[in-house]
């Protein structure tokens, strides 16, 4: 997981593209734009981050705290498997 990818995402796409991106993703169908990761699966990590940060964006929050937030619990969860 890189989380610049994911940042640049949840900054500058809305939540219809990510949407979308997710979608073809999981269809096999590649990415319909540039997503940084190594391959599909990490590619669709980021996708997924951002559109849980973009939501919350989109609801108000503030893109740098919410950022944070869910970066963090990413690393807590990572480091309690």
Do not use: C, N, W, Y
């Not at 940042?7 to 991106?21: C, Q």
């Not at 940084?36 to 990590?45: A, I, K, Q, S, V």
């Not at 973009?54 to 963090?72: C, P, Q």
């Amino acid at each position: 997981m890189k989380a610049g990818a994911v940042r640049t995402l949840a900054k500058e796409r809305d939540i219809a593209a990510l949407e979308a991106a997710a979608q073809s993703l999981l269809a096999g169908d590649g990415a319909p734009f540039e997503i940084g990761g190594d391959d599909d699966g990490e590619r669709l990590t980021h996708v997924m981050l951002a559109q849980r940060i973009r939501k919350r964006v989109d609801a108000g929050e503030d893109l740098k705290a919410v950022f944070r937030e869910v970066m963090g619990s990413v690393r807590a969860v990572m480091t309690d498997a």
